[in-house]
């Protein structure tokens, strides 16, 4: 069965860096986008980016360019998305989430499996 | 503030219909259909319900349904169950450089 599994939650400060990581599973990893999105408590969604695990193509959200990289590890089926001079206001649950219809156009497709969410804290 | 405009809460009763409205802009969901909602439980991550404006995932029951006209769309949900009570969100595809947008997300209770 299709499953991503992201790592553990995170506690940074201000200033700092944070990657987390989505291990896939159970499907062919380079025939799938995948996307990250971010829910800050008590709050609603939002999407951070894409990244082609076929190519690496990537396209971020306008909000976050600089400050975020998305990357793959094709040998593992694992994507990474780092996130760098963290604020307070960045924090929030990380899900990676797969396209649903493969190796779509960046943005098109929509999410049908997730990870399970991983928790950065921001705080000094 | 959310790209695209969802009500804060909707409710309804076992048995009823309820529909979620997603309004947005030309440069979204009026121009493109590549509309999506997603249910999403407390603590848990969000789950598929509807793509493309009007197409159910394998496993959605047919009580969910999408609809589109102008720059609003809709989530219908009938024969409530009290299983459905979530948060509701929607996204669609946008011309602008930060491809994909959220509505703020729609908590439906059911009584």
């Known amino acids: 069965q299709v499953q991503l599994v992201q790592s553990g939650a995170e506690v940074k400060k201000p200033g700092a860096s944070v990657k987390v990581s989505c291990k896939a599973s159970?499907?062919?990893?380079?025939?799938?986008?995948i996307s990250w999105v971010r829910q800050a408590p008590g709050q609603g969604l939002e999407w951070m980016g894409w990244?082609?695990?076929?190519?690496?193509?990537?396209n971020y959200a306008q909000k976050l360019q600089g400050r975020v990289t998305m990357t793959t590890d094709t040998s593992t089926s694992t994507a990474y998305m780092e996130l760098r001079s963290l604020r307070s206001d960045d924090t929030a649950v990380y899900y990676c989430?797969?396209?649903?219809?493969?190796?779509?156009?960046?943005?098109?497709?929509?999410?049908?499996?997730w990870g399970q969410g991983t928790l950065v804290t921001v705080s000094s | 503030q959310s790209a695209l405009t969802q009500p804060a809460s909707v409710s309804g009763s076992p048995g009823q219909s309820i529909t979620i409205s997603c309004t947005g802009t030309?440069?979204?969901?009026?121009?493109?259909?590549?509309v999506s909602w997603y249910q999403q439980h407390p603590g848990k991550a969000p789950k598929l319900m509807i793509y493309?404006?009007?197409n159910r995932p394998s496993g959605v029951p047919d009580r969910f349904s999408g609809s589109k006209s102008g720059n609003t769309a809709s989530l219908t949900i009938s024969g409530l169950q009290a299983e459905d009570e979530a948060d509701y969100y929607c996204?669609?595809?946008?011309?602008?450089?930060?491809?994909?947008?959220f509505g703020g997300g729609t908590k439906l209770t059911v009584l």
């Open positions: 996204s669609s595809y946008t011309s602008s450089s930060t491809l994909v947008v």
């Open positions: 990244i082609s695990a076929y190519n690496g193509n990537t």
């Open positions: 493309e404006v009007s």
């Open positions: 989430a797969r396209d649903y219809l493969g190796i779509a156009a960046a943005g098109t497709s929509p999410f049908d499996y």
């Open positions: 159970g499907y062919t990893f380079t025939s799938y986008g």
């Open positions: 030309s440069s979204d969901v009026g121009g493109y259909n590549y």
